[in-house]
T-cell receptor, first 111, second 115 residues
Framework: DAKTTQPPSMDCAEGRAANLPCNHSTISGNEYVYWYRQIHSQGPQYIIHGLKNNETNEMASLIITEDRKSSTLILPHATLRDTAVYYCHVRTTDSWGKFQFGAGTQVVVTP | DVKVTQSSRYLVKRTGEKVFLECVQDMDHENMFWYRQDPGLGLRLIYFSYDVKMKEKGDIPEGYSVSREKKERFSLILESASTNQTSMYLC??????????????FGAGTRLSVL
């Protein structure tokens, strides 16, 4: 699986959009991009995933560049409950490929 | 909703003890995983299983073993606990979704302290 690089931390004002970048320059053609988040003292929670098209669900939007070497998770209207560590993860469709999460981005939403 | 349940939220054990961490999922998932999480290191995969009685080593299997006798249950075993195994342990499960992608569902975690 490709490695990912994320900034260690970022702040966001409540009600504003939070844009979380992820670099995955070694991604291969069959690897999906996944985003998870982990609120303090809880297990990680799935947010969204995509292959090459932009995706949107009730939680967030995922923008993947045309060359697929980077992506951005967008939380459109951040709330205090969105304060968490956000993990970007890429992996193949092979069901027993190795999984590896990086250190993630600590997002703090402030009032 | 998918539910992944870990048997304990907090455990305190002594060095040299045999420790069992249990995980149960209720969605008939084929794949199950054990991770540990340490400050600044993110999540690291210990072992995973893609079927009953099948297991594969992750990135840090040393000092651990696993057991999967039933599809819904995946156990992590510390044969002789050591202080460097003090950590947060997370269990996850997954099954293939449409579009050949996989989503992992995590338990709440077990915070293990080895004294």
């Amino acid at each position: 699986d490709a490695k990912t690089t994320q900034p260690p931390s970022m702040d966001c004002a409540e009600g504003r959009a939070a844009n979380l970048p992820c670099n995955h320059s070694t991604i291969s053609g069959n690897e999906y991009v996944y985003w998870y988040r982990q609120i303090h003292s809880q297990g990680p929670q799935y947010i969204i995933h995509g292959l090459k098209n932009n995706e949107t669900n009730e939680m967030a939007s995922l923008i993947i560049t045309e060359d697929r070497k980077s992506s951005t998770l967008i939380l459109p209207h951040a709330t205090l409950r969105d304060t968490a560590v956000y993990y970007c993860h890429v992996r193949t469709t092979d069901s027993w490929g190795k999984f590896q999460f990086g250190a993630g981005t600590q997002v703090v939403v402030t009032p | 909703d998918v539910k992944v349940t870990q048997s304990s939220r907090y455990l305190v054990k002594r060095t040299g003890e045999k420790v069992f961490l249990e995980c149960v999922q209720d969605m008939d998932h084929e794949n199950m995983f054990w991770y540990r999480q340490d400050p600044g290191l993110g999540l690291r995969l210990i072992y995973f299983s893609y079927d009953v009685k099948m297991k594969e080593k992750g990135d840090i299997p040393e000092g651990y073993s696993v057991s999967r006798e039933k599809k819904e249950r995946f156990s992590l075993i510390l044969e002789s606990a050591s202080t460097n195994q003090t950590s947060m342990y997370l269990c996850a499960s997954s099954f293939p979704t449409s579009g050949r992608s996989y989503i992992q569902y995590f338990g709440a975690g077990t915070r293990l302290s080895v004294l």
